[in-house]
T-cell receptor, first 113, second 114 residues
Framework: DQQVKQNSPSLSVQEGRISILNCDYT??????FLWYKKYPAEGPTFLIS???IKDKNEDGRFTVFLNKSAKHLSLHIVPSQPGDSAVYFC????????????WGAGTKLIIKP | NAGVMQNPRHLVRRRGQEARLRCSPM?????VYWYRQLPEEGLKFMVY????????ESGMPKERFSAEFPKEGPSILRIQQVVRGDSAAYFC????????????FGAGTRLSVL
């Protein structure tokens, strides 16, 4: 029972262009969403988050959009840089146990020079 | 300011042996979480601890697995009588008391059971 789904195992984007990573969820009780970035042999690093009371949050080159009616969120990276090549995980939590992060399987982003 | 420290980074055990994974949270963090990641999957929550207390262990297998976070020293995830299916990456995260959602992760321990 996958409550958080990242349907694209990998994504290849040209350097300088926009990268769009997608995430879908099924649990309507989720009220907080996070994106983490992970390099090989390292732990996940927090990138950006969004509360369900918002539909957009921006931090530098990273913007997260939340569409609650579609139970969908996306991470936009613009412009994409070679150092952005990593696995990106979407995670969610609900108000009841807000410490228990439910994770997607990840999307491997490859930035081509 | 050191981040979350996990050791060992790699651990090899034979079936039936015990595995002990250690985690020191970030300075000032009193909340510790353990997650397990199988190949090609996302992380799965195992347990949430505060100093000397297990708050939620709903993600822990009922047998062979235990966790502690003593008053002094690191948090320990202990796996007794390991089996091949325990082979995975185990990640520890910590957070300050007031921001539970944003968790900061260590580099993980990769357990291989032969």
């Amino acid at each position: 029972d996958q409550q958080v789904k990242q349907n694209s195992p990998s994504l290849s984007v040209q350097e300088g262009r926009i990268s769009i990573l997608n995430c879908d969820y099924t649990n309507s009780m989720f009220d907080y969403f996070l994106w983490y970035k992970k390099y090989p042999a390292e732990g996940p690093t927090f990138l950006i988050s969004i509360s369900s009371i918002k539909d957009k949050n921006e931090d530098g080159r990273f913007t997260v959009f939340l569409n609650k009616s579609a139970k969908h969120l996306s991470l936009h990276i613009v412009p994409s840089q070679p150092g952005d090549s990593a696995v990106y995980f979407c995670a969610a939590s609900d108000w009841d146990s807000n410490y228990q992060l439910i994770w997607g399987a990840g999307t491997k982003l490859i930035i081509k020079p | 300011n050191a981040g979350v420290m996990q050791n060992p980074r790699h651990l090899v055990r034979r079936r039936g042996q015990e595995a002990r994974l250690r985690c020191s949270p970030m300075k000032g963090h009193s909340h510790v979480y353990w997650y397990r990641q199988l190949p090609e999957e996302g992380l799965k929550f195992m347990v949430y601890l505060q100093k000397e207390n297990i708050i939620d262990e709903s993600g822990m297998p009922k047998e062979r697995f235990s966790a502690e976070f003593p008053k002094e020293g690191p948090s320990i995830l202990r796996i007794q009588q390991v089996v091949r299916g325990d082979s995975a990456a185990y990640f520890c995260a910590s957070s300050p008391g007031t921001e539970k959602n944003i968790q900061y992760f260590g580099a993980g321990t990769r357990l291989s059971v032969l």
